[in-house]
């Protein structure tokens, strides 16, 4: 990364590149993220009583497993081994609020596997509930917060 390419995943030809992470120090490192699933009262009432069974248990499982996996579903993503994974589903007003929550010690963060997860779950819970409502909606992923490594903490602002 130079001033003239603030791209860290691009090398000085713009090219795609995998981001050398040898020199950095391991460090403990937490992602936080979210997304939401809209969808309506009388669908988030049966989450825990599906046609295809527990909504909640089996979108925290695939939430689990997106974000052990998000080094071989994003491509330029560094493989980690992480200490933890959290995922909660939070029923609102209109439908889900999912979160989640990785801890890695690494050279690297695990924001992106907390949004994997986030979106895992997201997916297995539309999955779930597409019998009931197809037009449920899956929106706001974001990073919530950050901390560890060079570049510090992140909290959002809201």
Known sequence: MSPSNPFSHL???????MVDVSEK????????????????????????????????????????????????LVPLAHPLGLDQVEVEIDPE???????????????????????????MAALALYDMVKAVERDAVISDLRLEAKSGGRSGEFLRQE
């Open 11 to 17: 090398d000085d030809r713009g090219r795609a590149r």
């Open 25 to 72: 120090p391991v460090t403990r490192r937490v992602a936080e993220a979210s997304c939401h699933v809209r969808m309506s009262p009388e669908t988030v009432s049966k989450l825990g009583d599906l046609p295809k069974g527990d909504a909640y248990t089996v979108a925290r499982l695939a939430g689990i497993q997106g974000a052990k996996r998000t080094g071989e």
């Open 93 to 119: 007003v209109e439908g889900v609020r999912i979160r989640s929550r990785v801890i890695v010690t690494a050279r690297t963060g695990a924001e992106l596997e907390a949004m994997v997860a986030c979106s």
